[in-house]
């Protein structure tokens, strides 16, 4: 029997299916000892745990001696089979499936060895860990090379290091249909900060530019390109809506455009993005 086959009750299930299910599917097979479908349907279920060799784990539930788990899972028939992803059903099916579409539904729900390296990636950028996310997303691309996933968090990893050729040459690679997503454009318009950045005049020119004229309103725009660039997006955005305050006109519209591709950037809600909708409504109005 796989390691990866395993009897599961109410007492062991946080512990072997919630927190397992964190960083590899598991899948629950509700059966019973009076179930026909059931003795069909479990050792195709043991067979393809043993063959996946770990990709999946199979827990199998005796939904008549773990009732309160049959009630949580909303089990009205069986064999009723659940997937389980990081603690939330991702899927189910009913009834003794031929081997074939049993393999359908565990390819849709257990990711390619490149989604779980891609996985582990962005994991390790959530904890700064740059360059060895890099390391997993190219291994990732030797299997998947046009993932898009895969290439825009590389081209977040070289924005993030000031990189901007480098996450350029990333974005060229996501395929075209993959280039209206709001994250693709959200890094496209992070890229053009960080490259508008590199000619600009440093932070205090800028400011004593306009403590000087607080009419110069190319100075609060390279002060808030700047300032975008290093992902300071509040002072980027009090510059913006001073420039469409005093001149919505100012190089066809460019302050309150700016705004919007800001909001993008920024996932497009929060707090921030809020009340600056509402003071640029208040502007424009």
Known sequence: ????SIDVDEAGFQEQVLDVSQHTPVILDFWADWCGPCRVLKPVLEKLAQEFDGQFVLAKIDSDQNQRLAGKFAVRG????????????????????????????????????AAHLRSRAAALVAQGALQPALDLL???QQL???????????????????QADAAAQSLERVPPQKRQDDAYRALQSQLEFLRQSDSLPGEPELRARIDRDGHDLDARLQLANLCAAQKRYEPALEQLLEIVRQDRSFRDDVGRKTLLEIFNLMGGGGELVSRYRKLLASALN
């Open 138 to 140: 190219q291994q990732a």
């Open 1 to 4: 029997m796989s390691p990866y």
């Open 78 to 113: 069986i064999p009723t089979v659940v997937a389980v992803v990081e603690g939330q059903e991702v899927n189910r099916f009913s009834g003794a499936l031929p081997e074939g579409e049993v393999r359908k539904f565990l390819k849709r729900v257990i990711p390619s060895q």
């Open 144 to 162: 998947e090379p046009e993932d898009p996933q895969s290439l825009q968090l590389e081209a977040q990893i070289y924005l993030e290091r000031g």
